[in-house]
């Protein structure tokens, strides 16, 4: 995309953004242009000029659960979660701007004595990419307590109901339509008492540190695989600590790609493929990824 042409368009962007800075992983080349809209009405503007003039839009929320490559992500890069922040409640009802981090709603809703999203803790992305990845963790999944998303397609907000969004294990309608666009989320929530909802985010909390590995990384790497976890298949294989460039089958846990310092894309990408050639052979299980890969190698 030629850089004279997003200067003009969006003349308070970033350009030649290093996007590592915005990813859990700490990998990613340069993004074209980089915005961070205050408002809806900010993104929704930015995201029509850019269709208006044929530039390739990529939505990055909270940085987890995405692989950037190393070549970077041409056009325009629109970054959630430091602006989309707003959330709202009314009695058992919530509403969240996409960009708000799903951890900060699981303590802010339990402050206020709503029980149901108390498993969202154990989620480092946001609003928005827990709806599209029908994100859960501890048992729970966002399904069950999503209401609707406002979601922006063809040009205007359309508010769709749970059932309308194909909620599916880590999946939705969403990865069907890659140009919509969660703004916003609804949920109905039960009553609680406070203490004990964060005590039991406490608990989650506790439990994630000690389980996981506090190195950069994605999050979990693949899929649950039918009956199984892919964390004691991985194992299983043997693969505990097998490495590629800087990039390592955490030791902690295997589900766990782990960044020692200098990883790149493309390591990333070599150890998934050895990983889940070495788990066909020696498991007899195919392995999905659950990340999404943005961008050019």
Not at 42 to 56: D, M, N, W
Not at 72 to 98: H, I
């Amino acid at each position: 995309m030629h850089s004279d042409t997003l200067h003009r368009l969006f003349p308070s962007a970033k350009f030649d953004e290093p996007l590592k800075r915005y990813t859990a992983w700490k990998i990613g080349g340069p993004a074209d242009a980089l915005v961070e809209p205050k408002s809806v009405e900010e993104l929704t503007e930015a995201v029509e000029k850019a269709r208006e003039h044929g530039v390739p839009v990529t939505i990055l929320g909270g940085g987890t659960n995405v692989l950037i490559q190393d070549g970077g992500v041409r056009g325009l890069t629109v970054r959630l979660a430091k602006s989309l922040t707003n959330v709202e409640m009314e009695d058992t009802r919530v509403s969240a701007d996409a960009g708000v981090l799903y951890p900060v709603l699981a303590n802010t809703t339990a402050a206020r004595g709503l029980a149901g999203l108390q498993f969202a803790t154990g989620i480092p992305g946001t609003v928005g990419g827990a709806v599209y990845m029908n994100a859960g963790a501890y048992g729970s999944e966002t399904t069950e307590v999503l209401d609707w998303a406002d979601v922006f397609r063809d040009g205007g907000i359309v508010r769709m109901n749970n059932k309308d969004l194909g909620l599916a294990y880590r999946k939705s309608i969403l990865h069907d339509h890659p140009g919509w666009l969660v703004l916003r989320a609804g949920y109905t929530l039960k009553l609680g008492n406070p203490d004990e909802l964060k005590a039991q985010i406490k608990q989650y909390r506790a439990q994630r540190m000690t389980g996981s590995p506090n190195k950069p990384s994605c999050g979990s790497t693949f899929k649950r695989p039918e009956g199984d976890f892919p964390g004691r298949v991985i194992e299983a294989a043997g693969l505990k600590g097998t490495r590629v460039g800087d990039i390592e089958v955490s030791p902690v846990h295997a589900n766990y790609l782990v960044n020692l310092g200098g990883g790149t894309a493309k390591d990333v990408l070599e150890l998934i493929q050895r990983v889940r050639e070495t788990v066909r052979e020696k498991m007899g299980v195919d392995l999905e990824t659950e990340v999404r890969v943005i961008g050019e190698p």
